[in-house]
């Protein structure tokens, strides 16, 4: 389980696809290996960009080592039937193409143990109601690069409250513009610097640490 750590830090993806298929393969658990290896792997990562250690592009390479990792897992986590710790739905606002950032985000929640559903790009406000109401998520995450599309961001959270799911759910928001008082004037609930933020204000909703 170190040697799957250290392959997750190192961002070594394929190499840490094969050390889960052959901890699988010798009958370590998959629940075991998502706890003890992904998620402390990245609990790791997060302490070494909070430490000025790490930075945007190693988080980059180990949450695609994660990814990577994930895709052999996650079959075995389904048959066990081990649960999510939480449910995110993410998206870039209407009229944002950009998608590094939330991508990054989208990687670090599922390295956390998340479910999270990505509805992509130029994500219209009423496509994040249809989807809050299908997947009852605990958090909506909305994401942009650009000044310009920040007014989506409210404009999504006016129509979360005035479709009624407001209340039901947590709403962060992030990217390169967005700023803590930004998002205080428009009622988010969480403002991510980077995408380790965005995973604790995730967990903490989740009433795990945070």
Not at 49 to 64: C, D, S, T
Not at 177 to 199: M, N
Request: no cysteine; proline share 4%.
């Amino acid at each position: 389980m170190e040697e799957l750590r250290t392959l997750i830090k190192e961002g070594n993806a394929e190499e840490t696809a094969g050390r889960i298929a052959a901890l699988l393969e010798s009958g370590v658990g998959p629940e075991a290996i998502m706890k003890e290896g992904i998620i402390a792997a990245m609990d790791e990562v997060g302490e070494l960009f909070a430490a000025g250690e790490y930075f945007v592009p190693e988080m980059l390479i180990a949450a695609k080592a994660v990814k990577r990792g994930l895709e052999v897992l996650k079959p075995a986590l389904v048959k066990s039937g081990m649960e999510p710790r939480g449910k995110v739905v993410m998206g870039s606002v209407k009229g944002d193409l950009h998608d590094i950032g939330k991508n990054l985000v989208i990687m670090t929640l599922e390295g956390a143990g998340f479910e999270v559903l990505d509805l992509g790009v130029d994500v219209p406000p009423a496509a994040f109601v249809d989807a809050v109401r299908e997947h009852a998520p605990q958090v909506v995450g909305l994401s942009a690069l650009l000044t310009t599309t920040m007014l989506s961001m409210k404009e999504t959270i006016e129509t979360l409250r005035e479709a009624g799911l407001r209340d039901g759910v947590k709403v962060m928001i992030g990217g390169a513009p967005v700023t803590q008082e930004f998002a205080d004037a428009i009622g988010a609930d969480h403002y991510g610097p980077h995408a380790t933020s965005a995973k604790d204000f995730a967990l903490s909703v989740a009433g795990l640490k945070g």
